[in-house]
């Protein structure tokens, strides 16, 4: 399974970005797919994920504001971003949970948001 995340930017504060994950590959295989992101000097933290079936989880600090939505038929993930906040500037990390296989992870996606 082979990740390719696409969609980050710069936005002033308040604004909204809409981050894609397009899965390539045995992705009959992928039972969740999700994104991360780390800031420089932290480490890396879950933000959202979402499985086949649609159930999701956020982290305590994105919920409300961040959305994440998948499309199976596309193989692909969205995360929708909305009320950014300059906290939210870090790299985001496609990832895709693969049966027999274990973690996958795309390239980063750079959001950066200035206040």
């Known amino acids: 399974v082979q990740l390719q995340a696409s969609g980050g930017g710069l936005v002033q504060a308040g604004g909204s970005l809409r981050l894609s994950c397009a899965a390539s590959?045995?992705?009959?295989?992928?039972?969740?797919m999700g994104w991360y992101r780390q800031a420089p000097g932290k480490q890396r933290e879950l933000v959202a994920t979402i499985t086949t079936g649609g159930s999701t989880n956020y982290a305590d600090s994105v919920k409300g504001r961040f959305t994440i939505s998948r499309d199976n038929a596309k193989n692909t993930a969205y995360l929708q971003m909305n009320s950014l906040k300059p906290e939210d500037t870090a790299v985001y990390y496609c990832?895709?949970?693969?049966?027999?296989?274990?973690?996958?992870w795309g390239q980063g996606t750079q959001v950066t948001v200035s206040s």
């Open positions: 990832n895709a949970n693969v049966v027999w296989v274990g973690p996958r």
């Open positions: 590959g045995s992705t009959f295989r992928i039972n969740s």
